[in-house]
């Protein structure tokens, strides 16, 4: 079986889309995030994002697939630690 540029990259979008659902999860359920860094995760949030749109601009399907759902997931994480950073929480 002979392994495609293609696929070589669905196997990296998956592998690293999978490596951060653990947090993302986790940091979902219990909602607390006051380990987690505010700059870190507005950078990482704003670099999916351009990934993301990269993706679109080159019609990537790889690309597109794991930075939409980690693009969701970092955005999810990111409004738990902003709202809580603005209620005090931390």
């Known amino acids: 079986m002979q392994i495609t540029t293609e696929v070589i990259g669905y196997i990296a979008a ?3 889309t999978l490596s951060f659902l653990p947090q993302a999860l986790l940091t979902l ?3 607390n995030t006051e380990s987690l860094s505010l ?3 507005s950078l990482f949030t704003t670099g999916v994002l351009l990934w993301l749109i990269y993706g679109l601009s080159i019609s ?3 690309i597109i697939f794991a930075n939409s759902i980690t693009f969701l997931l970092a955005l999810s994480i990111l ?3 902003v709202y ?3 209620r005090g929480r931390q």
Do not use: G
């Open 29 to 31: 359920k219990t909602r």
């Open 79 to 81: 409004s738990f630690k």
């Open 39 to 41: 700059s870190m995760y």
């Open 14 to 16: 998956t592998l690293t």
């Open 84 to 86: 809580n950073t603005l």
């Open 60 to 62: 990537d399907k790889a």
